[in-house]
């Protein structure tokens, strides 16, 4: 009969999954195939560093090992402390191999201290005092969420410790991990595995919510005693930005002190110093933001906008590259498939390498695309630089994009098959160059979506465009992802611009992200995302503001009894006068069946009998979500031609 902690080691063992890489490296430590004594394992709270630990002491005892694991969180932060808990360590005994007990050698030591970041102050101790007493034979592991100091590399140090950062576990390995505790419906174990980023804490305890759990539960245990109530403002701000800075803290909470902040959250072990500020954890920040929306989703929508004002501002004076940060405010998923740096901690965006034409083009081949590839090759031979190749940490190829611009395109594009009747389309017929067109942006990791949203980022960053006001987007009809992607945005399928071509069938869709371009698309949308109406644009004319929002005053006759004088001098005449305008303004829609539906939609609702928005979505036959971002997109697109229309008049 086993006893209750073997059936609690047995069904600790049977839930372990993944880690193969981390294994290998303490098997070879274990096994002396690798010299190093002194191990360091980091990572942030949630990602499954205790569990790997009690999987490498089953595997060191297996070996003959004796296994004594300490707990940081445990131990006052003296050195007789640790000095007790250790014991006589020499004397340590643990299972060894059946041998004449005059050849019984001495039992192989692993010691094992968890939590470690907790205990650091007696890390010159142990290494200076209890370390080098231990037989050679000894593997240390100190364990925690902070990075090894630089002493352990030092003065000879560094020829028997090694460091081992903890990252979260991969999709297949994170599917097993749910499947092992009930969960069974692929649709929630996806949602799941998105939300939960690689972290085991939160694939167990989503699992064991049913997948349906709020990742906020996890707040508590993520960050463990580096909470600190009178920082909770800072700490949201952190949650919300993709970078946090001084800059932005001072602009988000101007009644606090920026730099004190700052120092707070960078000295946190969750949070991770970047070149230009700091970013949390994806779990931490995630969980701190559901949490955040539960319980004060007024306040997190307005701290969300005060993120979006300052990196707008930023933005349009020069740094377009924080674009991204902006896009990282946005909550709809839909939304992010395309463009967003959620993978950012997996993947990274490169250049062409030698080789890299063999490796994707052989790619290609073995899924039956290799005309394709024979079509695009040229852009990764001949001009790499419209080519962007995402890798992993291991320099493994995650998938690619090709984007250009109608500035100065090369010629293989003027010539392409589907670039060059989108780049004519572009010049002769929004006679724009501000416009950035994808010519293709794939995904090879087998996860669809996966490196997408990087890939939509990058083509718009390596496009040299700033701040552009159209993109032109390869829509698979295939890819359910894909078109949902653009009829949230809004986008427009140009049927003649579509092609059949190298084995693949791809749809022109046209995105106009409006006259201030993908920036102030993206400030405004996370301003209606977070239920507030957008500021006026700097550049704006007073005349012309929001023309969208004076639409919506047809649904709203006492609003518009106030509204603007020029439309006429009573309530009567003001609304007669608006709902002439709107009529006007309809004939932007053309004749395509998304135009047709559009102007379905905003016909019903601004100029019918104006029955709840709900009634007309059921009679349309669609669901709220979309029929909410059609009103939306068609509303934005009468509020363009009505505003175009009266600078025309005036002029």
């Not at 709809?332 to 080789?355: A, E, N």
């Amino acid at each position: 009969m086993p006893s209750l902690q073997e059936r609690v080691d047995q069904k600790d063992r049977a839930s372990f999954v993944g880690r193969r890489a981390e294994l290998d490296i303490f098997d070879a430590i274990l096994t002396g195939q690798n010299p190093a004594s002194v191990v360091h394992v980091s990572g942030p709270a949630g990602i499954g560093k205790s569990t790997l630990l009690r999987e490498v002491a089953r595997r060191a005892r297996a070996l003959g090992y004796s296994v004594r694991s300490l707990e940081g969180r445990d131990l006052p932060p003296f050195p007789e402390a640790l000095e007790y808990a250790l014991g006589d360590i020499s004397t340590s005994s643990g299972p060894v191999p059946d041998q004449p007990s005059d050849q019984i050698p001495e039992p192989r030591l692993l010691i094992i201290i968890d939590s470690y970041e907790l205990v650091g102050s007696l890390d010159g101790h142990l290494r200076n005092n209890i370390v080098p007493a231990l037989p050679e034979s000894a593997v240390v592991v100190l364990c925690g969420r902070t990075r090894p100091g630089p002493q352990w590399f030092e003065g000879g140090w560094d020829a028997v410790s090694r460091s081992i950062e903890i990252e979260g576990i991969d999709h297949d390995d994170a599917v097993a991990l749910i499947r092992y505790h009930g969960l069974a419906e692929q649709s929630v174990i996806d949602d799941l595995v998105r939300r939960s980023v690689g972290s085991p804490l939160a694939l167990v305890v989503g699992a064991q919510a049913g997948g349906v759990g709020s990742m906020a539960d996890l707040v508590d245990r993520l960050l463990g005693t580096e909470a600190d109530p009178r920082r909770a403002r800072a700490l949201s701000v952190a949650s919300l930005a993709r970078v946090t800075t001084p800059e932005l803290l001072e602009a988000v909470l101007p009644s606090d002190d920026p730099h004190d902040n700052y120092k707070w959250l960078a000295d946190r072990s969750f949070a991770e110093p970047l070149a230009d500020g700091v970013a949390l954890h994806a779990l931490v920040a995630q969980s701190v933001r559901d949490a955040l929306r539960r319980h004060d989703p007024a306040g997190e929508g307005a701290l969300r906008r005060r993120v979006a004002d300052h990196l707008y501002q930023r933005a349009l004076a020069g740094q377009f590259s924080l674009s991204t940060d902006l896009q990282h405010l946005v909550v709809d998923q839909t939304v992010r498939w395309g463009y967003s740096l959620d993978v950012g901690s997996r993947y990274r965006i490169d250049s062409v390498r030698p080789g890299d034409a063999a490796t994707v083009g052989g790619i290609l081949r073995s899924v039956g695309v290799g005309a394709w590839w024979d079509l695009t090759e040229v852009f990764f031979t001949d001009h790499p630089e419209c080519t962007g190749v995402v890798r992993d940490s291991n320099d493994h190829i995650g998938g690619y994009y090709v984007a250009v611009s109608p500035v100065n395109p090369p010629a293989a594009a003027v010539s392409d098959v589907l670039l060059g009747p989108w780049l004519r389309h572009a010049q002769e017929v929004l006679k724009t160059h501000s416009a950035v067109l994808w010519r293709e942006a794939v995904d090879l990791t087998g996860q669809m979506g996966e490196v997408t949203s990087l890939l939509g980022a990058a083509g718009i960053m390596g496009s040299g465009v700033v701040n552009p006001r159209y993109g032109y987007l390869p829509i698979s009809p295939a890819l359910p992802a894909a078109l949902a992607f653009s009829e949230t945005l809004g986008a427009k399928h140009i049927p003649e611009l579509d092609i059949v071509a190298g084995g693949m069938d791809l749809q022109c869709h046209l995105i106009d992200f409006g006259p201030h371009g993908v920036l102030g698309f993206q400030r405004d949308w996370v301003y209606r995302e977070s239920g507030a109406l957008p500021p006026k644009h700097a550049d704006d004319d007073d005349h012309d503001h929001d023309q969208s929002q004076l639409i919506r005053l047809l649904r709203d006759p006492a609003a518009l009894a106030h509204g603007p004088e020029w439309l006429g001098s009573v309530p009567s005449e003001r609304t007669e006068r608006l709902r002439e305008l709107v009529r006007e303004a309809l004939q932007v829609f053309s004749q395509s069946s998304d135009d047709q539906l559009a102007l379905t939609i905003v016909t019903a609702a601004y100029l019918d009998e104006l029955a709840p928005h709900e009634t007309i979505a059921r009679r349309l036959h669609l669901s709220r979500s979309a029929y909410f971002r059609r009103l939306q997109a068609a509303t934005a697109r009468l509020g363009d031609e009505l505003a175009a229309r009266r600078r025309h008049n005036r002029d």
